[in-house]
Nanobody, 123 residues
Framework: QVQLVESGGGLVQTGGSLRLSCAAS????????MAWFRQAPGKERVFVAA????????YYADSVKGRFTISRDNANNTVYLQMNRLKPDDTAVYYC????????????????WGQGTQVTVPS
C-alpha cells in the first residue's frame, strides 16, 4: 500500500518560512518523479513544484519561483518543499504527489497523492 505522508505545515506570518516534508512508503521512491501541488479554499488544485527522480531537474510554478525550493532524499524516501518569503496568497492545503511525468504535470497525471498539510499565511 502506497502512502505519502506530509508534515511541516502551520501558521506563519508574511515573510516567514516553512519546510514541508513528505515521507513515502510502499513504492520504489527513486523510480518516481515527485511534485507538490496546492489547493486554496474554493479553488482548483494547482501545480507548485516538481523534481525528477534523480534530482537532476526541478521546475516551479511562476508564482513560487525564487521563493520555494524542492529537494529529495532517495535514501530516506522523502521529498521536501522549502518555502521562503511566504505571502497570504500561499495559503492552501499542500499535497505531495508521485508521478512518472515531469514537465508539465497535470493533476490527472498523478499516480499517488498524500493527504495534504495546511499552510496558512494571514493577511
Amino acid at each position: 500500500q502506497v502512502q505519502l505522508v506530509e508534515s511541516g505545515g502551520g501558521l506563519v506570518q508574511t515573510g516567514g518560512s516553512l519546510r514541508l516534508s513528505c515521507a513515502a512508503s510502499g513504492l520504489t521512491f527513486s523510480l518516481y518523479n515527485m511534485a507538490w501541488f496546492r489547493q486554496a479554499p474554493g479553488k482548483e488544485r494547482v501545480f507548485v513544484a516538481a523534481i525528477i527522480w534523480s534530482s537532476s531537474g526541478t521546475y516551479y510554478a511562476d508564482s513560487v519561483k525564487g521563493r520555494f525550493t524542492i529537494s529529495r532524499d532517495n535514501a530516506n524516501n522523502t521529498v521536501y518543499l522549502q518555502m521562503n518569503r511566504l505571502k497570504p496568497d500561499d495559503t492552501a492545503v499542500y499535497y505531495c504527489a508521485a508521478t512518472t511525468q515531469f514537465r508539465p504535470i497535470a493533476p490527472n497525471e498523478i499516480l499517488y497523492w498524500g493527504q495534504g498539510t495546511q499552510v496558512t499565511v494571514p493577511s
